[in-house]
């Protein structure tokens, strides 16, 4: 019969919650998903949330991870109350450094005091001794783990280097409940005695975590389901250091649409790159706050407000959140369509002025007026609007209107001309402009008239209605390009003329 330990929640302490990522790649999307659930849940039971990272593992950690991490967060707001500080190299806070390389000295006394208490022991097994037993366990149908070798100390090895450190892992059965999944209960057994460090200074995570928890007071672990298997040997380490064990909440995994890992082949996994292609910060959190967890009612459009009013920890799907980047896509259109014009005025000057591209308030103002419905992205905003900035090249024959002549075109053009220079700067809007050409149609057809100013407006096959377009490129620029719709169709009829000749 196994002994067992049972978790129940701890004393009701201070809502001290933390990410704790590790800087060996960009902010991943899942990561950035625990951030904001973590970051809910501190803010609406008055906790703290706390940044931690961890870079025990020296071969992959980077400074330049660590800061894209940080840069990450603060783009979605989602600040940290303690914790490492964006461009400060080293900082120290209540809790020493947040940067587990540099707490070292912490977990060396930790580690010191198992071994000291025979909790833990040196291990002088060679990786090619352990593969092979590791076999030979596999041959016989078993599952494999470490024999305890140099924990019962037969034979001993210590003429040689130690190995690693590993702890005495009881054979208990260890449950807990954890705030999404319910009672969870592993078998100790099967672990064996697990390797917590290479040596004193090198301590590995599950051992790290568990003593950085301890001393930061942390109250709540919640992190991915990929971290579910660690928690009993976390909880194992907790009881034998006499550490509180605290709340345990596990994220559902984060798949693509056909329920496998979510992975770079099926959609942009990094965090900043969706930044880069123009998607908002406040999109963004709305789609990961969906990812797991839905509020009451139909409406899905939250901001972090409202996502802080309506967020509820207990609400949290066990199963795994798929991925669509479709919806992500179609929230981005939707927190586009609610920022003021102003809003998206000083995010699309931004752009633009990165792009080196000129642009007037007022006319900006006006794209963003015609064009804000229809932007799925920020960056969809420069294409879409290019033919306000500059007329794209066409060829003359795109001016007639079903099977016009070009002389016919020619006519056409000239009376809108007529009817535009006839206006004056002040009356060029659009209203206006169409009264004004609709007054120059004759019985024939409005296509006459519409379609070649259109084309010659725009360039374009298929575009905004030209009395739109001319009020945004005013009047001067409008008189300019039909000009030069005309020009283009006496050239090409010239040129016919000196073939033919
Ligand atoms: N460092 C771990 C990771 O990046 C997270 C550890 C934890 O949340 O306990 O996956």
Known sequence: MLKSYTMNPGPKKPVRVRLAPSPTGSLHIGTARTALFNWLFARQNNGKFILRLEDTDKERSEKKFEKEIQEGLKWLGLTWDEGPILNQDSYLGEF????????????????????????AYYCYCTKEELEAERQAMIA???????????????NPKSDREPQVIRF???????????????????????????????????????????????????????RGEDHLSNTPKQILMQKALDFETPIYAHLPLILAADRSKLSKRYAETSLLDYREKGYLSSALLNFMALLGWHPEGDEEVMNLQEMTEKFDIKKIQKSGAVFSPEKLTWLNSQH?????????????????????????????????????????????????????????????????WK???????????????????????????????????????????????YWPLRVALSGQKASPDPAEIGSIIGKKETEKRIKLAIEKVTNTRENRYDQSS
């Open 140 to 154: 016989e149908g078993l599952s494999p783990k470490y024999n305890g070798h140099c924990r019962n100390q037969i």
């Open 168 to 222: 005495v892992t009881s054979e208990t059965k260890i449950e807990f409940t954890d705030l999404v999944r319910g009672k969870v209960i592993f078998d100790g057994s099967l672990f064996g005695d697990m390797v917590i460090a290479k040596n004193l200074e090198t301590p590995l995570y599950n051992f790290a975590v568990v003593v950085d928890d301890e001393e930061m007071k942390i109250s709540h672990v919640i």
């Open 336 to 400: 586009i369509k609610n920022l003021s014009n102003q809003e998206l005025f000083s995010i699309l000057s931004a752009e633009l002025k990165k792009k080196n591209i000129l642009a007037e308030k007022e006319f900006l103002l006006k794209l963003i007026e015609i064009e804000k419905n229809r932007l799925k992205t920020i960056n969809d905003f420069i294409p879409q609007t290019s033919l306000f900035f500059e007329l794209p090249d066409y060829e003359a024959k795109l001016l007639k």
């Open 96 to 119: 020493g450094s947040y940067r587990q390389s540099e707490r070292i000295e912490v977990y060396k006394k930790y580690l010191q005091k198992l071994l000291d208490e025979k909790k």
């Open 403 to 449: 099977d016009e002549t070009l002389p016919e075109v020619e006519t056409s053009l000239l009376k809108s001309l007529g009817a535009v220079e006839k206006m004056s700067e002040k009356e060029f809007t659009a209203e206006n402009i169409r009264e004004a050409l609709d007054s120059v149609v004759d019985s024939t057809s409005r296509g006459q008239i």
